[in-house]
T-cell receptor
Framework: RKEVEQDPGPFNVPEGATVAFNCTYSNSASQSFFWYRQDCRKEPKLLMSVYSSGNEDGRFTAQLNRASQYISLLIRDSKLSDSATYLCVVNLLSGTASKLTFGTGTRLQVTL | NAGVTQTPKFQVLKTGQSMTLQCAQDMNHEYMSWYRQDPGMGLRLIHYSVGAGITDQGEVPNGYNVSRSTTEDFPLRLLSAAPSQTSVYFC??????????????FGPGTRLTVL
């Protein structure tokens, strides 16, 4: 079983739609969680951290369910500029450093 | 403030050649790392460093060497290139990684093809 699993997509949605991505992780000791965005042929960039209480940043909402080892990202009112691959990232603190494990990403294509 | 820079952006090697991928950051970050990204595999950690003079292996270290003589620079050396090393390589840095919320900043990547 992969440490971090994501549906690869692609998710093709019209502009204005709401879309949700899911991610599951296997190590219950994982301690922090992130969504990164990666545009085609570009580097990943942090989109948002994911907190147990859930957090929102404009049109983006992230949720964490530790019991089910499940992370989600909700994008409301999708824009063409949201088209990208969204990477689920899990962080496990080990000693003085951390181990980041990346999912393979979910590709989103927003269309007119 | 340039962030994380990587050179070259593209490279083609023949099997058996060696080369060094350069990475530099100007944010005074202690933690630096190298990842490779392959289709369907996600980013995988090759080597990392928690400070000048300290390096350690990640998930896929074989065939690669690193050194960290300064805080700013973290070069990745391919000792004898193999076709299996064809990939996109990303360097990343963060202030530390002991704080679980530290953001990783990635360089623009190096696309390497080994023939």
């Amino acid at each position: 079983r992969k440490e971090v699993e994501q549906d690869p997509g692609p998710f093709n949605v019209p502009e204005g739609a709401t879309v949700a991505f899911n991610c599951t992780y296997s190590n219950s000791a994982s301690q922090s969680f992130f969504w990164y965005r990666q545009d085609c042929r570009k580097e990943p960039k942090l989109l948002m951290s994911v907190y147990s209480s859930g957090n929102e940043d404009g049109r983006f909402t992230a949720q964490l369910n530790r019991a089910s080892q499940y992370i989600s990202l909700l994008i409301r009112d999708s824009k063409l500029s949201d088209s990208a691959t969204y990477l689920c990232v899990v962080n496990l603190l080990s000693g003085t450093a951390s181990k980041l494990t990346f999912g393979t990403g979910t590709r989103l294509q927003v269309t007119l | 403030n340039a962030g994380v820079t990587q050179t070259p952006k593209f490279q083609v090697l023949k099997t058996g050649q060696s080369m060094t991928l350069q990475c530099a950051q100007d944010m005074n970050h202690e933690y630096m790392s190298w990842y490779r990204q392959d289709p369907g595999m996600g980013l995988r950690l090759i080597h990392y460093s928690v400070g000048a003079g300290i390096t350690d292996q990640g998930e896929v270290p074989n065939g690669y060497n690193v050194s960290r003589s300064t805080t700013e620079d973290f070069p990745l050396r391919l000792l004898s290139a193999a076709p299996s090393q064809t990939s996109v390589y990303f360097c990343a840095s963060s202030y530390t990684l002991a704080e679980l919320t530290d953001t990783q900043y990635f360089g623009p990547g190096t696309r390497l093809t080994v023939l």
